[in-house]
Structure formats: C-alpha cells, structure tokens
C-alpha cells in the first residue's frame, strides 16, 4: 500500500509495513512505554493494532505515521492521524519507544503531522487525548501550542479511562507556525 511520507530533518514518516512489526511488537510491550496508551499488549495484539493503524489508512484515507530514524533507518514510533469510529474529535496522536523519548522526536513529528492534517486532510481543528497523569505528553500538547480543553469521555475499552482533550484550531496552528518560521528565519 502506498501512501504520503513526510521528512523532516531528522524523521521519515510514512505508512507502517510488515517490516515494522519487530520494533512495533517491542514497543507495545513495554508496559512503561503503553502506560498512557492502553497497556501493554502481546505479540497476537501488537499484530492486530499495527494491522488496525495500516487499516485505517485504507479505511479512512489517514491513520498514525511509522517513524523511522533517518540517520539509522530505525522505527522508533507512530504518530499522527487518528480518529476511530466513536472518537471525540480528530486526533493527532503519538508514542515513541522509550529509547528514543527525551530526544525532540515527538515534537518533531507531531509538528509534520499537524501540518499534514491541517493542509492535506484540511481539518479545522487538532484534539490529543491525554490522560492527566501523562505530564510528558502534557508538556508536549503544549509544546505544540494546544490548550486543555476539559475532560472527555472515550470510547470502549477506553470508556473508564480518565482522559482530557487538549487541542487548538486549524487557524491557531496556522498562526503559531507563520510566526515561528517569522523567528527561524529572523534568526538564520
């Protein structure tokens, strides 16, 4: 299946493929990494959510990006585009492998991913589903410039979850973005 890749100085994003199911089955279960992301699963589950995110990109016509480490051609994460059926808005979401947090990756991607959103899915507003206690991914909505809108409830399995919807307009990610290529290229 064939479908966008996006590049950014250090990440090549693109659709996940049967070669990712190694580093995929391994991050999904490590329990520190699935804490916030629904827990920790087995071979047999890990097979049938990279299936389910490779799925959506047929079904929906976007879905969460592989995230391959430019430098060494390694899958470090997903990130991007999510809706399922029953979601509380259109989501840009993300998880990395625990080697390779802490290091710009996930900014660096979710940028790529909001602007895909915003200009090729042309979606008019950006949702992360966080749960309260996730202060990483906290402090990187924020990065991304979204603002806690409330608490929201998800669906099945995750109906019993506690979870806050953080996000912002197509047109405040917009602005943040024309004023930060303002600053890069005032500074370069």
């Known amino acids: 299946m064939s479908g966008p890749t996006l590049l ?3 990440l090549l994003l693109r659709l996940p493929e049967a070669g990712d199911f190694e580093p ?5 279960a490590d329990a520190e990494t699935m804490r916030f992301l629904g827990g920790a699963m087995s071979r047999t589950e890990a097979w049938r959510n990279i299936c389910t995110v490779a799925g959506a ?6 879905g969460m990006f592989s995230v391959i480490e430019r430098a060494s051609g390694r899958w470090i ?10 979601w509380p808005g259109t989501e840009i979401g993300w998880g990395l492998a625990r080697a390779f947090c802490g290091q710009g990756y ?3 991607a979710a940028r790529a991913t909001m602007d895909y959103a915003v200009d090729v899915l042309g ?8 749960d309260p206690d996730n202060a990483a991914s906290i402090r990187l909505a924020e990065r991304l410039g979204s603002r806690h809108e409330g608490p929201t409830r998800m669906p099945a399995p995750f109906a019993d979850r506690r979870i ?4 912002q307009s197509a047109a405040a990610w917009r602005s943040a973005r024309a004023a930060q290529a303002a600053t890069d290229s005032s500074v370069g």
């Open 24 to 28: 995929w089955a391994a991050f999904a």
């Open 123 to 130: 979606w008019r507003h950006i949702i992360h589903t966080i």
């Open 77 to 86: 994460g997903r990130i991007g585009p999510w809706q399922p059926v029953g």
């Open 57 to 62: 990109w047929s079904i929906r016509g976007f």
């Open 8 to 10: 950014t100085p250090r």
């Open 164 to 167: 806050d919807l953080w996000g």
């Open 106 to 108: 996930a900014l660096e």
